[in-house]
């Protein structure tokens, strides 16, 4: 069986199983007995397909979590971001951060339950899988580890997810398959926390570096048919350098952000430190399933979507940043949803400098032009944001079908080497940080900084920089909200951020289904009426 074939099947294993967990799994804090029942039936675990099934499963799931009601840019994004909302109230509440408005969405995306199918999934697989190991020889020891650790690792990344949007959740670390769940309390998201940061450190000592990449390979294959596609070693400690910034632990941040960007194999390091500004943005790109299997590890985190003509499609609207900022002339749609405005664009990447690839004059053209990697139609009233525009069928020249298979990126080189920039500065190693920022100015067509001649050898100045340097290369991919959040905490003159952070502002409402479902969980205070 050829590379691509096996993939394919793998995908569409994904795709069948999660939709089964899906169908039958009710609430996990609504006491629904019928998921747990499907899910551990002896005949679920008696074999390498059904692990490996399984396995799949949970990223489908997590997948499912973060691109349910566009959750992923409805919370990184949207909400007190750069995008305008043209026309819709229910992204309007989301920007303006009015998340207690009666809206579907809101009220779908504030509801937790999809990260507990993840968590009770995970845990079930941990639990369980090891039994194979007794009855089918086919699944080994080696394969159990290496598939538990990246279960693990989604596990933690779920309990993450959730802290930096509700704070005090519910710490669960085992699954519930005999069918009753208890009304368990909020644990305090500091414990989270240390839960999440040693289970990666636990899952980053038994992942390889590359699956696939040893004489035995990873279920038959080599590292090229796992790259950007599952989690590694380099994987974990991608989501520890997160979690460390999150918590102010700079150290530590600097620690596991340097063991990606300085550990991570030298031909990936030659290939996007940082993707090109053409690759960012091709259709065929970073956030195109089949990209080039050595830029494809660039995706250090991703949740991958897969269209092919001939399965399958795991194709939509939901789980797709596309369905609200993309129109015509890209797809069949009249007008997007949300734009960034031509303010916007200038304030962004125009302020002092104006010559960025992403969104800049081109002084090499007669007359001087725009550069519009990330634009695409700016004399339009509502310029098409086409950063990212993963459209199915577009390898034919056909956008008419208007659904998108764009893989979600938690984090990608760049990202990391951002985080690190920003570590580094806290720990007083300009002279490093600068280095860093500067490469991908370079790479994005922007002059390098001088510590004393730009930044007036003031370290909060640094620091501006850097963040005002994520907010350009990072937009549409998740991030804004978390790094306005960091920015407020350490920068300290975001004053509407830091009334909110005091007050518990930054967190979503739990939704009322949770709460009613579970009288031990109490709303956040900030949107308690």
């Given at each position: 069986m050829n590379r691509l074939l096996y993939i394919?099947?793998?995908?569409?294993?994904?795709?069948?199983?999660?939709?089964?967990?899906?169908?039958?799994?009710?609430?996990?804090?609504?006491?629904?007995?019928?998921?747990?029942?499907v899910a551990t039936q002896e005949q679920q675990w008696n074999s390498l397909t059904d692990t490996r099934s399984a396995m799949f499963g949970v990223y489908g799931l997590m997948r499912t979590a973060l691109g349910e009601n566009n959750t992923f840019w409805a919370t990184g994004d949207l909400r007190m971001g750069d995008f305008t909302v043209r026309i819709r109230s229910d992204l309007q509440a989301i920007r303006d951060n009015k998340l207690d408005s009666p809206f579907e969405n809101i009220k779908k995306i504030s509801d937790w339950t999809r990260f507990y199918k993840v968590i009770n999934a995970a845990c079930l697989f941990i639990e369980k899988a090891k039994e194979v190991v007794e009855k089918d020889p086919a699944y080994s020891e080696v394969n159990y580890t290496y598939d538990a650790a990246q279960v693990r690792v989604i596990r933690a990344l779920a309990y993450f997810y959730m802290v930096r949007m509700w704070g005090d959740v519910p710490l669960i670390t085992y699954s519930y398959d005999n069918g009753s769940f208890p009304k368990v309390a909020r644990t305090d998201a500091g414990i989270v926390l240390n839960y999440v940061i040693s289970e990666l450190r636990e899952a980053a000592k038994l992942l390889p570096e590359q699956l696939g990449a040893t004489s035995d390979k990873y279920y038959g294959f080599d590292a090229n048919t796992w790259r950007g596609v599952l989690l590694n070693r380099y994987s974990a400690y991608t989501i520890l350098a997160h979690v460390e910034a999150w918590r102010g632990n700079y150290i530590d941040a600097d620690i596991y952000s340097a063991q990606v960007l300085d550990k991570v194999p030298d031909f990936i390091k030659t290939i996007e430190v940082l993707t090109t500004t053409s690759n960012l943005v091709s259709s065929k790109g970073i956030f195109y399933d089949d990209y080039n299997a050595d830029y494809r590890a660039a995706r250090l985190v991703s949740f991958n979507y897969k269209y092919t003509s001939n399965q399958i499609n795991e194709v939509g609207t939901d789980g797709h940043l596309e369905s609200w900022t993309l129109a015509e002339p890209i797809v069949r749609k009249q007008l997007p949803d949300i734009y960034l405005s031509k303010d916007t664009l200038v304030n962004m990447f125009m302020s002092g400098y104006t010559s960025d690839n992403r969104f800049g004059l081109n002084d090499l053209t007669t007359p001087v032009a725009y550069y519009e990697n990330y634009i695409t139609g700016l004399s339009l009233e509502y310029p098409i944001f086409s950063k990212i525009q993963v459209v199915t069928g577009s390898e034919n020249g056909s956008h008419n079908l208007g659904v998108y298979s764009s893989s979600i990126i938690f984090s990608r080189l760049a990202d990391m080497q951002l985080l690190r920039a920003e570590a580094l500065v806290i720990l007083n190693r300009v002279s490093d940080a600068l280095?860093?920022?500067?490469?991908?100015?370079?790479?994005?067509?922007?002059?390098?900084?001088?510590?004393?001649?730009?930044?007036?050898?003031?370290?909060?100045?640094?620091?501006k920089e850097i963040f005002q340097e994520r907010r350009r290369e990072l937009i549409g991919e998740g991030h804004r909200w978390y790094d306005r959040i960091r920015e407020a905490r350490i920068v300290g003159d975001d004053w509407e951020m830091m009334t909110l952070i005091n007050n518990g502002g930054i967190y979503w409402p739990v939704s009322e289904n949770v709460m009613r479902e579970n009288p031990a969980i109490e709303q956040n205070d900030y949107w308690k009426r």
């Open positions: 394919q099947r793998m995908m569409k294993l994904l795709v069948l199983a999660a939709p089964l967990l899906f169908s039958s799994c009710s609430d996990l804090l609504e006491n629904d007995n019928e998921f747990f029942h280095s860093l920022l500067n490469e991908l100015r370079d790479m994005r067509n922007l002059p390098s900084l001088s510590y004393a001649k730009n930044l007036d050898s003031d370290p909060k100045k640094l620091l």
